[in-house]
């Protein structure tokens, strides 16, 4: 779904990832769950486009619900695949400490499990071979996306700033759609390493300019980061 120029969403309020479309070629942000393939697929005809136009995707951290289609991409079509150094482990074997779920409501806790098994979640393969990134790195991809660090849903959680598309790509450092509870508007995420250390990766959100956040779970925020960053300080209160 295109949802300003430049800028493409797969998936749905559910589990998301993004298509920045250029000239130059295609970065994408995330690789959201196996069965994505064919909405990447999809998304790519509609725009004239296909596979071998991709040059590099952005992992904005490693849990397996963002590394969907990554290693098949990787693999058969040779796109390389980044993700910040502190999650390459976690990106290559799912490697990850275990975090309390917190609040849940079995409808939409279903609902997100049940999402995931049509999409093939059960069969995602971890990531062969990574390229590591760090804080501040701009990438030689099409438009330029910049690593901004944000621990603390996992230790190399990342914003990916991309002023082409005039937009903040956010993974999980925040969600606008709690998969457990299905309450929405900008909150903290479930599954969060560290939240103390989340929140306060906020502040760095909050700097940038962009006029879209861009969760991976969630409706797009046509706001500022700075709101957007705010509103999750007084969800998570």
């Not at 590099?56 to 980044?82: M, Q």
Request: charged letters at 20%.
């Amino acid at each position: 779904m295109k949802l300003a120029p430049h800028l493409h969403r797969l998936g749905n309020d559910v589990v998301a990832c993004y298509l920045i479309n250029t000239d130059e070629g295609i970065t994408l942000i995330d690789a959201g769950l196996p069965g994505h393939w064919h909405d990447l697929q999809d998304e790519l005809r509609s725009i004239g486009k296909s596979a071998d136009d991709i040059r590099g995707l952005v992992l904005t951290h490693g849990d397996s619900d963002h590394l969907g289609f990554a290693e098949r991409l990787r693999r058969d079509h040779g796109v390389p695949v980044y993700v910040h150094a502190a999650d390459a482990v976690r990106a290559r074997t799912g490697e990850k400490p275990k975090t309390p779920m917190g609040p849940m409501k079995i409808g939409a806790t279903l609902g997100f499990f049940w999402y995931s098994l049509r999409k093939n979640g059960l069969r995602t393969q971890y990531v062969n071979e990574v390229v590591e990134v760090a804080d501040g790195d701009v990438l030689d991809l099409p438009g330029s996306p910049v690593i901004v660090q944000m621990p603390g849903h996992s230790p190399g959680s990342v914003a990916v700033h991309v002023p082409l598309a005039d937009a903040v790509f956010v993974g999980d450092a925040l969600t606008t759609r709690h998969v457990l509870t299905g309450r929405t508007g900008p909150q903290p995420a479930p599954f969060t390493d560290d939240p103390d250390e989340s929140r306060a990766s906020l502040e760095r959100l909050a700097r940038l300019s962009a006029s879209w956040v861009l969760p991976g779970h969630g409706a797009p925020s046509h706001t500022s980061p700075a709101q957007v960053a705010e509103a999750v300080r007084q969800a998570g209160a």
